[in-house]
């Protein structure tokens, strides 16, 4: 085992992957612009993105973890995606970039907006990039390509756009959130 945990977890009833792994192999794929290791733009898109990978291309059969999406300010949400942005972290795997801290207006509590971001930037590092490398090896074909799918459409997608997409196919996670789409 590595230092990542990446094993082949293959068997021959279905493939199983972490949250983490999944995380990863979103951040290697290629998306929009067609390169590998894209950076994906806003922690909003970053959690919009697993939600699709697990709901829409039924990958979430396939999550070791407990998927445990909830309704929430701005749609689907689940802590676990953030707890393992923070795990890859800490294993250098991923390198986040913050967006530029805004002007917080008198009556605004900072973690209000918390939540919603739309600028922070999720890249492997180097490290990662050879370390994912080898989890896509092992990852058969099929849910390699769901990945790319995903990336790729969602990826580039305007975040409003991407919102409304998610929203209005499944209501049921929006009802909580504060975005007017």
């Known amino acids: 085992m590595n230092i990542l945990g990446l094993t082949n977890m293959l068997s ?6 972490s949250k983490p792994q ?10 929009p612009k067609g390169q590998i ?54 294993l250098h795997v991923v390198k986040e970039n913050p967006a530029e801290k805004r002007e917080m207006k008198e009556d605004e509590d900072e973690d209000e907006d918390e939540s919603y971001d739309a600028n922070t930037t999720f890249k492997l590092s180097d490290f990662g990039i050879s ?6 090896e092992r990852t058969p074909r099929e849910v390699v390509d769901k990945i790319v799918k995903v990336k790729t459409i969602y990826g580039g997608m305007p975040l409003v756009e ?20």
Not at 12 to 17: D, G, M
Not at 22 to 31: H, P
């Open 131 to 136: 370390k994912v490398k080898e989890l896509v």
């Open 22 to 31: 999944l995380i990863a192999l979103l951040l290697y794929v290629q998306g």
């Open 37 to 90: 290791g894209e950076e994906v733009v806003g922690k909003t898109r970053l959690m919009k993105l697993v939600f699709l990978l697990l709901k829409e291309v039924g990958l979430e059969e396939n999550i070791s973890d407990d998927s445990s999406f909830e309704p929430y300010k701005y749609g689907p949400f689940d802590s676990d995606v953030y707890d393992s942005i923070d795990a890859l972290k800490e």
């Open 162 to 181: 991407l919102l409304h997409y998610v929203y209005s196919k499944y209501p049921d996670y929006a009802r909580l959130s504060e975005a007017k789409i």
């Open 12 to 17: 021959k009833a279905k493939f199983v992957i």
